[in-house]
């Protein structure tokens, strides 16, 4: 018998409710209330989060947020700036003392993200993971060079085709992981790198020229379109068969989302948790 685990396709939510939910899963997982949890999502509107230990004045254009409509968080994980537009998101809910997941964080990232690496398989890319070689590479992951967490791949991520295709960060608390990441399915770079700050024009032109190297979406790979619905089917189907588990379909109860709700107003949407550093 698999180990069943919930699953949660949320839609598209606000950028607070969806980082509320993320913890609020966290902490009824550490309770022994659920078990571990999957969980897929989308954002109304589109968003720009940042990790927990970036500064917001400092590295981000928040001009040109407010101009292109989008949303704002910061997540309680850390890595550093995603653009939420075209994309699925995921998150992982899963206790550290686990069986299936390794003491270290390195490894326990490599476990988790063997989902995502069947999901794009099933999709028909040949994704690999990115793992450095070199000392020069793994020094390149601890000082990052960009705001922007789809400019190089760190451990374990998914790359094809040499490029970062899904972008995922890890915090641990009370006893749990909580991962969660983006898998690009269409990207509007323009957009993107109109959010942060640069040293100067050139700089970010450099960058922007760099960035093509670097990253890439599904669609720029697929041989045919991928629609959200299908990407969903095929990472649902990924994470089932990367983590030997079967995903049973879970909703909030009302008191659930009662909880997730005052969590979102009193932190997420908080300016002091949002521009804090």
């Not at 950028?15 to 954002?43: C, Q």
Request: hydrophobic content about 35%; aromatic content about 10%; glycine content about 6%.
């Amino acid at each position: 018998m698999k180990e069943k685990w919930y699953f949660i396709d949320s839609g598209a939510c606000s950028p607070s409710f969806n980082m509320a939910l993320d913890e609020a899963l966290l902490e009824w997982h550490s309770k022994g209330e659920l078990p571990p949890v999957i969980r897929f999502y989308g954002w109304n509107p589109p968003t720009l989060s940042i990790g927990y230990f970036q500064k917001a004045e400092k590295e981000i254009n928040l001009d040109a947020v407010r101009e292109h409509g989008l949303g704002f968080v910061r997540r309680p994980t850390g890595g550093r700036g995603v653009l939420h537009e075209n994309e699925l998101t995921y998150s992982v809910i899963v206790s550290e003392g686990h069986p299936k997941m390794p003491a270290s964080v390195t490894e326990a990232y490599r476990v988790i993200s063997e989902g995502i690496l069947h999901g794009f398989r099933n999709l028909d890319l040949d994704a690999n993971f990115s793992i450095p070689k070199t000392e020069e590479e793994k020094d390149s992951l601890k000082q990052p060079r960009s705001s922007n967490c789809f400019d190089a791949p760190s451990w374990y991520e998914l790359v094809v085709e040499g490029r970062k295709v899904a972008g995922s960060a890890q915090t641990r608390q009370k006893g749990v992981i909580l991962q969660h990441g983006s898998i690009l399915l269409d990207l509007d770079e323009e957009k993107l790198f109109s959010l942060f700050h640069y040293p100067s024009e050139r700089v970010k032109d450099r960058m922007m020229a760099s960035f093509k190297n670097k990253a890439v979406t599904i669609n720029e790979v697929s041989k045919k379109p991928v629609s959200l619905e299908e990407a969903k089917a095929a990472f649902k189907n990924g994470f089932e068969t990367g983590l030997g588990i079967e995903l049973v379909p879970y909703r909030l109860t009302e008191a659930q989302r009662l909880e997730v709700e005052k969590l979102a107003l009193d932190v997420y949407e908080n300016d002091e948790w949002n521009y804090k550093r």
